[in-house]
């Protein structure tokens, strides 16, 4: 265990010089004090969890204090904004306060959102807001506890500094952990502003110290993007597995390492609906929840674009092929085991894709359902969850089939199905009117709504003693949110 003074720093981003990242100090938010931390991060950087309840610790996050090893920098970058290229972007309200490696040898980027005016702000006032400081916050750690790969977070800090927005709010910092905070976007930039040194440079970074097992391919940089697109593939597979609409896939928050990067307004889904948009200044639907899986590959034709001084195109189009199939494969598995399946047959794409069509046409709760199909025997568990569904005879000959198909799955007591379908079948996830109480709370000043809400999201497969309502479906209210894109 380490205090806070003790954190190790190497600033290996930093150290690739002004071409890359601008010096920047982060400027104080007033009044700074904890909202919530999460542990299982502080453990990350080997920090021992009450260090978060000293003053200092506010001061470190709000802005106030740095440690002598950090060299605070603004990254420039670029990337495709809804299809369209935006030539000059960057951390416009984000520092890399620099790079900490852990007893275990790990690297971790902390970067602080909200630290203010940056030379990339643009218009904006390098700001951000109590709400989606706390979006932020659950999401990383909700999803990383549902094992969807997604950059972590280890605390946000609140304070009393005024930040207009449609209203006047309350400034926040949330601090963010990744292994590297190099975007799609960072590729982009330096090949469509021609600079052939410093994007070899960038390469070479990424390659060794992020993808260093390619090194030793006979194309290091090819079996790199190889790799990029399996975990892209993988990573989205298990956003529609489990309901995730990111919201905000621009290429410049698409993360390198292929984690969950750059939250705005996303969700998860309540009822399943596959045409389902978080984000209301989307209205072409460019983001909407099934569009992800194209999208995805979209956004990694745009990085391809970008490494062709590096790779032939021949070679990157191949792999860009892999991206489908292998989408495909890990979503497929996983929905097997949401099933309670351990074999796999050829008409099983389909059975999910019946299912899903009539919890679509009926609105049912996507978490829920699986969730509840894990409780009992599947005779049982179909017949209770008829009576959410409108197409009753479409949901019979569904359940039919489904009967049957575990059927041939083989033998299994009723104690084993339910252990691995709710190993795979999350009863809590963050709905987003769940995250709306606790800011609404928040922004009153009791924090504890908050922390409960993380604490319950980091063990979404186990029920949890007193915590039934937030397994919940949505109170009317709660329904279809529209949830501020501005943040
Ligand atoms: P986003 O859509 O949130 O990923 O942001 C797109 C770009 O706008 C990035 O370069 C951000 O750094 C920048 N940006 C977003 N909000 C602000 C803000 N309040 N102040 C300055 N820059 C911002
Ligand atoms: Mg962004």
């Given at each position: 265990m380490k205090a806070l003074d003790e954190l190790t720093f190497d600033n290996r981003f930093a150290r690739l010089g002004d071409a890359f990242s601008t010096h920047v100090l982060p400027e104080p938010l007033d009044e700074p004090r904890l909202v919530v931390v999460s542990n299982a991060a502080m453990a990350l950087l080997d920090?021992?969890?009450?260090?978060?309840?000293?003053p200092v610790f506010a001061e470190l996050f709000g802005g106030h204090k740095l440690w002598a090893q950090a060299q605070p920098r603004a990254m420039v970058y670029s990337g495709h904004q809804f299809g369209g290229y935006s030539p000059q972007l960057g951390d416009g309200r984000g520092l890399l306060l620099g790079e900490v490696y852990n007893e275990a040898g790990e690297h971790w980027d902390l970067h602080l959102k909200g630290a203010g005016l940056t030379p990339y702000s643009r218009m904006g006032d390098g700001r951000a807001v109590l709400r989606s400081s706390i979006r932020e916050f659950l999401a990383c750690e909700a999803l990383h506890a549902l094992g969807i790969p997604s950059s972590r977070a280890l605390c946000v800090i609140g304070s009393d500094t005024p930040v207009w927005r449609e209203k006047q709010e309350r400034g926040a910092m949330v601090l963010r952990l990744a292994h590297s905070h190099v975007r799609f976007g960072h590729f982009e930039y330096f090949y469509y502003t021609k600079k052939p040194e410093q994007h070899k440079e960038l390469a070479e970074h990424v390659l060794s110290l992020?993808?260093?097992?390619?090194?030793?391919?006979?194309?290091p940089y090819l079996a790199m993007f190889r790799e990029i697109v399996e975990r892209n593939a993988e990573m989205i597979a298990k956003w529609q597995a489990y309901g995730f609409c990111h919201g905000v896939m621009n290429t410049d928050n698409m993360s390198i390492l292929g984690i969950t990067f750059d939250f705005g307004p996303f969700a998860f889904l309540?009822?399943?609906?596959?045409?389902?948009?978080?984000?209301?200044?989307d209205h072409e639907g460019r983001y909407s929840f099934s569009n992800q899986v194209p999208i995805g590959q979209w956004n990694l034709s745009a990085l391809a674009q970008a490494l062709t001084p590096f790779i032939s195109v021949d070679a990157l189009k191949e792999a860009l092929g892999l991206y489908l199939p292998l989408y495909q494969a890990h979503y497929l598995d996983l929905m097997r085991r949401r099933l309670g399946l351990t074999t796999a047959e050829d008409d099983d794409q389909k059975l999910v894709e019946q299912l899903l069509k009539l919890m679509q046409n009926s609105g049912v709760d996507y978490t829920l359902f699986f969730r509840r199909l894990g409780d009992e025997s599947a005779a049982l568990a179909v017949t209770r969850l008829?009576?959410?569904?409108?197409d009753l005879a479409g949901f019979d000959a569904w359940a039919e089939q489904y009967k049957a198909r575990v059927e041939r799955d083989g033998e299994c007591s009723e104690a084993q199905r339910r252990e691995r379908m709710h190993a795979v079948n999350p009863l809590y996830i963050l709905r987003n009117y769940l995250a709306q109480n606790a800011i609404a709370a928040a922004e009153s000043g009791d924090y504890s709504e908050v922390r409960r809400l993380h604490e319950v999201l980091s063990k979404p497969f186990e029920e949890q003693?007193?915590?039934?309502?937030?397994?919940?479906r949505p109170p009317d209210w709660g329904k279809h949110l529209e949830i501020s894109c501005s943040s």
């Open positions: 920090l021992d969890p009450a260090a978060a309840e000293t992020h993808y260093p097992e390619c090194m030793e391919q006979p194309e309540d009822d399943f609906d596959a045409h389902f948009i978080c984000n209301h200044s008829r009576d959410d569904f409108v003693l007193g915590m039934e309502q937030y397994a919940q």
